[in-house]
Every structure is written in structure tokens, then in C-alpha cells.
């Protein structure tokens, strides 16, 4: 079965077109706008070696998700 991640992709995202590619401080973070009728969601693509994670993000940048949830961290989303 999904995961729960794969679950709320799928919730947010069906039918969703890509409105954006944005790297973030010219590091190894992609911000993947879509767009929705007129509902955008940005999904954060973090490449950075063991710690990588994707985060799902509404209008207002509020974390709606993530693929690895690591409470070990206390970091803040660019």
C-alpha cells in the first residue's frame, strides 16, 4: 500500500499542474510549485545526502507533510 506521504501527495496533487522550478540559496533545495485550479502547493525537494526529505507546503508555507519525519532535528525549512 501508499504511505501516508504518498497518500497526501496524491490528496493535493492529482490533477495538479507544475507552475515553478525554484533552487533555493543556490543549494541542492528544490521548490516545486503546483497549481491546482487556483489552489497552489509547493512541494520542497531537500538533496542533501542522509538528511534528504521532501516536504509538502500550502499557500501560507505551513507544513502539511514530510517523507521522513526525523525528530532528532531541530532545523527550520528554509
Keep these: 500500500p501508499p504511505s501516508p506521504f504518498a497518500m497526501l501527495l496524491r490528496k493535493h496533487l492529482k490533477g495538479a499542474r507544475l507552475k ?3 533552487t ?3 543549494d541542492r533545495i528544490l521548490c516545486l ?3 491546482r485550479g487556483d489552489e497552489t ?3 520542497v525537494l531537500e538533496l ?3 538528511h534528504s526529505n521532501f ?3 500550502n499557500p501560507s508555507k505551513n507544513l502539511l ?3 521522513r ?3 532528532s532535528q531541530l532545523r527550520q525549512l528554509q
Design 20 to 22: 515553478e522550478i525554484q
Design 24 to 26: 533555493i540559496d543556490a
Design 33 to 35: 510549485t503546483f497549481l
Design 41 to 43: 502547493c509547493d512541494l
Design 48 to 50: 542533501t545526502g542522509r
Design 55 to 57: 516536504f509538502l507546503l
Design 65 to 67: 507533510g514530510s517523507w
Design 69 to 71: 519525519k526525523d525528530s
